[in-house]
């Protein structure tokens, strides 16, 4: 059994009150009763996000929650700022794949500290692996930690994860109306990157009308172009991180 | 399966064997695709105190209000703008429920 949550990985009990409560309902043993439930079917997952949520802030853990389709450039953007933020930003990652640990060697070979999550049929990281993923790594005090979620622009919109904030990554390889038809994520982000700008001239992606069509859908999403191939862009999304960052180390709430 | 393990503990708490009834609320805009729903509601209860359950669904439907003009209107898609004043700065108020709202339930 885990010592932290009380899982044995198959059925979780954690946040049921045991102490059993007999008397409530009268004494009408083959009668029926009527139980006012209310509770949020993700109720589970958020209670475990909250926990999340408050040991990054204890821990004045900047934690991002990357999420995209696959193949919009996740890992590479991570590669780049890893490299780029070296001596700058100490960061740590926690890489979601249904299958391989492709993804955390090529982070490794960056000289990141990184644990891979394989989900095997799962499409989407909750905040119950999240939570596992990190008594491993304890991320260090006054760090970053990139949660690189499993490429599905569908459910992982639903998952709190526990992160402060939530960053939704498409390429100009993509159409230009994806915030349209996959708005739940766009809606549950704070940031959308548009990556891989260095190929519009190759492709008929409009610029415009995706910032516009991603502003229709969360007019609170901001919105940074870059290429991490030629750079373009990067300093925007580096000044955006040391932004939050800024904010997430000097954390008073606690 | 949330709404399973929510049913268990409910019913565990209450000394219930039977859930007669179970009421849910799922709104317009949450991330519920109703045949998928249902597909996956015959396979998850079979064999479970829930199997045999009449599930009445409340289907909530989209609100949002204007955060510009502070209209209230049907929502439904979130990147609907205002019918008032056509912008798109909008605050969803109804349709992201999901939750199990009560149960009918009897014991031995």
Not at chain 2, 12 to 21: F, M
Not at chain 2, 23 to 41: H, K, N, P, Q, Y
Not at chain 2, 71 to 100: M, N, T, W, Y
């Amino acid at each position: 059994m885990c010592a932290t949550c009380g899982c044995d990985t198959t059925t979780h009990e954690h946040f049921h009150a045991h102490g059993h409560v007999h008397d409530h309902h009268g004494s009408h043993e083959h009668g029926a009763t009527t139980i006012n439930v209310e509770r949020d079917i993700l109720y589970e997952n958020s209670l475990l996000a909250e926990r999340n949520r408050g040991y990054f802030s204890a821990r004045q853990v900047l934690a991002i929650n990357l999420v995209s389709s696959p193949g919009s450039g996740k890992t590479a953007l991570l590669e780049r700022t890893l490299t780029d933020m070296k001596g700058q930003l100490v960061c740590a990652v926690i890489e979601g794949d249904q299958q391989t640990a492709n993804d955390a060697d090529r982070i490794h070979a960056t000289g990141t500290r990184v644990v891979q999550i394989n989900t095997g049929k799962g499409c989407h990281l909750d905040a119950h692996m999240v939570l596992h993923a990190m008594e491993g790594m304890k991320p260090e005090i006054n760090s970053v930690l990139f949660i690189e979620n499993v490429g599905n622009l569908v459910c992982p919109a639903a998952f709190d994860l526990g992160e402060g904030e939530r960053v939704v990554v498409m390429s100009v390889t993509e159409g230009d109306d994806k915030p349209l038809k996959y708005p739940d994520m766009f809606l549950t982000s704070t940031l959308c990157i548009i990556n891989k700008t260095d190929l519009l001239p190759y492709v008929p992606f409009n610029l415009e009308k995706a910032k516009e069509n991603a502003r229709k859908v969360n007019h609170r999403l901001e919105i940074i172009e870059l290429s991490c191939q030629s750079g373009e862009g990067l300093p925007v999304w580096y000044d955006w991180l040391n932004r939050k960052a800024g904010v997430a180390f000097s954390d008073q709430s606690t | 399966m949330g709404i399973i393990k929510i049913v268990l503990a409910e019913a565990e708490r209450a000394d219930a064997e039977v859930v007669e009834e179970i009421e849910l609320d799922i709104g317009r805009l949450s991330t519920v695709e109703m045949d998928s729903f249902e597909f996956a509601w015959r396979q998850g209860v079979k064999n479970t105190i829930l199997e045999g359950a009449k599930k009445n669904i409340n289907r909530i439907g989209g609100m949002a209000r204007c955060l510009d003009c502070a209209f209230d209107f049907p929502l439904e898609q979130v990147f609907d703008p205002c019918p008032l004043c056509g912008q798109h700065l909008i605050s969803i108020i109804a349709g992201k429920e999901l939750r199990v709202r009560s149960l009918v339930v009897r014991g031995e």
